[in-house]
């Protein structure tokens, strides 16, 4: 089964400019995260969903950010306008609708807004 | 708050010796615990979880690791490390009943041949 894809795996942009991240979880998975990593504060959740509901949006730094779930086999982050300092890594992750169940991470896009 | 601390940023090992990293986590209860490992370039893949029962965990690569509730540890350990081991590591602690990871800032493994 593909896992967790995410694109584009790089993306480089001027600042002010609209970001659009995009990821498919792995099918039948009703859970769906993104993440975004860096040096200074490591991988922090920005927000999940459940069958394409937010659930947990708190950890999405600010107004500029904001995430969508158009149905169960994709899903975006948006960035507007784009700063320096968000520049980053991204993951997305997917997880079965289980407790006990893992969450299964995409390769990331690697964000850098200059 | 819930916290998990991974108290070594870097670690130096030879190809063959032995390997344990280590692992805090700061929760009334027993949490979800997991170790992930990334490549450069790369997403996390999961080397091992625990739930329950049996404290010592194995999982995939040979490593293993084991949950003490009285430490509130959960060390993960490999017997004879690879050079394709280097890599790094995080540590995830997910509050019983939540879907919320909280993640170590890593340890980050060097492999000498």
């Known amino acids: 089964d593909a896992g967790v894809i995410q694109s584009p795996r790089h993306e480089v942009t001027e600042m002010g400019q609209e970001v659009t991240l995009r990821c498919k979880p792995i099918s039948g998975h009703d859970y769906l995260f993104w993440y975004r990593q860096t040096m200074m504060r490591g991988l922090e959740l920005l927000i999940y969903f459940n069958n394409n509901v937010p659930i947990d949006d708190s950890g999405m730094p600010e107004d500029r950010f904001s995430a969508k779930m158009p149905n169960a086999s994709f899903s975006t982050l948006k960035i507007q306008p784009s700063e320096p300092r968000d520049s980053a890594v991204y993951f997305c992750?997917?997880?079965?609708?289980?407790?006990?169940?893992?969450?299964?991470f995409g390769d990331g896009t690697r964000l850098s807004i200059l | 708050a819930q916290s998990v601390t991974q108290p070594d940023i870097h670690i130096t090992v030879s190809e063959g010796a032995s390997l344990e990293l280590r692992c805090n986590y700061s929760?009334?209860?027993?949490?979800?615990l997991f170790w992930y490992v990334q490549s450069p370039g790369q997403g996390l893949q999961l080397l091992l979880k625990?739930?329950?029962?049996?404290?010592l965990v194995q999982g995939i690569k040979g490593f293993e690791a084991e949950f003490k509730r009285s430490q509130s540890s959960f060390n993960l350990r490999k017997p004879s490390v690879h050079w394709s081991d280097a890599a790094e590591y995080f540590c995830?602690?997910?509050?019983?009943?939540?879907?919320?990871?909280?993640f170590g800032t890593g340890t980050r493994l060097k492999v000498l041949a």
């Open positions: 995830a602690v997910a509050p019983s009943g939540t879907y919320k990871y909280i």
């Open positions: 625990y739930f329950s029962g049996d404290t």
């Open positions: 929760y009334g209860a027993t949490p979800y």
């Open positions: 992750a997917s997880s079965p609708g289980l407790l006990n169940q893992p969450q299964h």
